[in-house]
């Protein structure tokens, strides 16, 4: 078989495989055996399930190395699905289940219309846009929280530790979700202060500044960032912010920011910086990921310059972060 064949029918079955893992962690198979070993009649009872179907997917998992079959018939944990458990901090589980990940399923199954009709795919797959929905739906916000904090968890500390922020007074993060990225920076930085803006029902429960012990050097202000900004930061970071976005709305966000920023003050954009051409770059996947979630875009530094333009900013520098981070910190300042 060529390899090109082999390639596109691997990805095939690795996307049944995918959604069974994810299965497999909405039914909290591996908190289930966190205690020992149990017969799939036991199993299927402890999570809701039907002996016959659950035995078959444990069986097809236990083929990669995730749960494994003892001779009488019940199944156990394995390292491999140690990721699956709620409970551990190398937890995987708040993007595999709950609310968000199941949204995100059925989004991916409108990707062809969406392509069609240049419709946004989540929209299609749930009638509204990205973050109005959220907005109305408690309990898939904060499992969006919970994923997004995950994804970030590895690249806070990456990002704090590989730029100078000790030169900034205080630092403000634009759309800072639960606050871990000002986390990182104030744990590592004693000097600086930190201004946390979100939506005012993200703001309510900055979960990870408070974690931190970080609250009192933080101020948290709760508003839209289409219509205005805090003023007065000597930085201003949008991280994985301006990606959520198309062209005008994001330059309507970059014009928040420079209505805020000072002549003295920047901004630091954290984002994905495309490769131009057909270079591979998990960055491009993230793209077509976003497209269909928000209809937002990854950019190229060239795109970053027009954005930054058209907003009155003037592009600095792109640092990309160390791996296994995909992300750069895009630099500008007032121009
Ligand atoms: C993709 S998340 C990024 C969160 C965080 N910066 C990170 O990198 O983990 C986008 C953030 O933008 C916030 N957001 C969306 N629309 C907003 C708006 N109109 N005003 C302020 N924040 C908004 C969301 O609540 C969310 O926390």
Not at 50 to 58: A, E, G
Not at 110 to 126: Q, S
Request: aromatic content about 8%; proline content about 7%; glycine content about 8%.
């Amino acid at each position: 078989m060529s390899d090109a064949r082999a390639f596109i029918l691997d990805v095939r079955s690795q996307a049944l495989l995918a959604q069974a893992i994810a299965s497999a962690a909405a039914l909290g198979i591996a908190d289930a055996l966190a205690a020992g070993p149990m017969a799939v009649a036991e199993l299927a009872d402890h999570c809701g399930a039907k002996p016959d179907p659950l035995c078959r997917l444990l069986r097809t998992l236990a083929g990669h190395g995730i749960f494994a079959e003892d001779d009488d018939g019940r199944f156990a944990l394995t390292d491999g699905a140690q990721p699956l458990r709620s409970d551990r901090p190398d937890s995987l589980y708040p993007l595999l289940a709950g609310e968000f990940p199941s949204l995100v399923w059925a989004t991916f199954g409108e990707l062809e219309a969406a392509i069609r009709t240049g419709d946004v795919a989540f929209e299609r797959a749930h009638g509204a846009p990205f973050f109005d929905y959220l907005a109305a739906n408690p309990r898939a916000n904060a499992s969006f929280d919970r994923a997004m904090a995950l994804v970030a968890a590895t690249e806070h500390p990456l990002i704090a530790a590989s730029y100078d922020f000790a030169r900034f007074g205080t630092v403000a993060d634009i759309g800072g979700g639960q606050g871990g990225l000002l986390a990182a920076i104030l744990g590592r930085y004693p000097e600086v202060r930190g201004l946390l803006f979100d939506q005012p029902q993200v703001i309510d429960e900055p979960a990870e500044l408070q974690a931190a012990g970080l609250l009192e050097r933080c101020e948290l202000v709760g508003g839209d960032f289409f219509a205005s900004v805090p003023a007065g930061a000597d930085l201003y970071l949008l991280k994985r912010i301006l990606h959520d976005w198309d062209d005008a709305e994001a330059i309507a966000i970059l014009r928040s920011v420079r209505a805020a920023t000072g002549a003295g003050g920047r901004l630091a954009v954290i984002d994905a910086v495309m490769r131009p051409g057909n270079a591979p770059d998990p960055n491009k996947d993230l793209d077509l990921n976003i497209m269909a979630l928000t209809g937002g875009r990854e950019r190229t530094e060239a795109e970053f310059v027009a954005l930054f333009a058209a907003a009155g900013f003037a592009l600095d520098a792109v640092r990309p972060l160390p791996p296994p981070a995909t992300l750069s910190i895009v630099e500008a300042r007032p121009q």
